[in-house]
């Protein structure tokens, strides 16, 4: 089937379509040598396409982010919250460390074309919240393994936080055992510290 001849893509699936074109773009390019040129060619579409949607490449490069970030996995339901804190850990370990590393890699040069940081335009992705996170908690909740209300939510937040940490730190998956101790000696303790239980 020729270019010619591929049935028209509208709406979302166009849309899809020019955002994964421009992440793997970005990816592959980084934001400096990003063209709407190649993405309208991996997208097999033309430029006007892209330039009546995001005017801007800072646009489209946030649009493209928003979009790689924007699909939550589902939250691991192991059964018990310390299972469920694992499980999710390295769920990100295998999905979500790719994309920030390539990310990193990146999007220097849009920070300063831009001044959004990374962490801005993921917190754009998510509205600020880790639903994965959310989820284990009202689970944990309702199994009476933890109070949330209880626990500040500097400390729900420490199992991610030390996870971005120990990966920002090496740039490679966190290890088996990084996960289980950040979890069992750390985040486990301070829950239990404020409630009397986990």
């Known amino acids: 089937m020729t270019l010619a001849t591929e049935r028209r893509r509208r709406g979302p699936e166009l849309e899809n379509a020019l955002l994964d ?3 793997t773009e970005l990816a592959e ?17 033309g430029r006007a396409v892209l330039y009546r949607r995001w005017p801007a490449k800072a646009e489209l490069v ?19 919250l310390r299972g469920d804190l694992i499980a999710a850990l390295r ?5 979500r460390a790719v994309m920030a590393v390539q990310l990193l890699t990146r999007v220097g040069d849009y920070y300063r074309a831009t001044g959004v940081s990374l962490g801005d335009l993921v917190d754009q992705a998510t509205g600020g919240r880790n639903p994965v996170l959310q989820t284990i908690y009202e689970r944990a909740a309702a199994r009476g393994e933890l109070d949330p209300g209880a626990v ?3 400390v729900l937040q420490v199992p991610v936080d030390l ?8 740039y490679e998956p ?6 289980r101790q950040i979890v069992d000696d750390v985040f486990l303790p301070l829950v239990a510290a404020r409630t009397g239980r986990a």
């Open 21 to 23: 074109a421009a992440w």
């Open 29 to 45: 390019r980084g934001y400096d040598d990003l063209t709407y040129d190649a993405v309208a060619r991996r997208a097999r579409t």
């Open 62 to 80: 946030r649009a493209a982010v928003l979009h790689a970030f924007g699909d939550s996995p589902e939250a691991p339901d192991t059964g018990s």
């Open 91 to 95: 769920q990100a370990n295998s999905t």
């Open 152 to 154: 500040p939510a500097r």
């Open 163 to 170: 996870f971005r940490l120990e990966f920002l730190l090496t």
């Open 174 to 179: 966190v290890p088996d055992e990084t996960i």
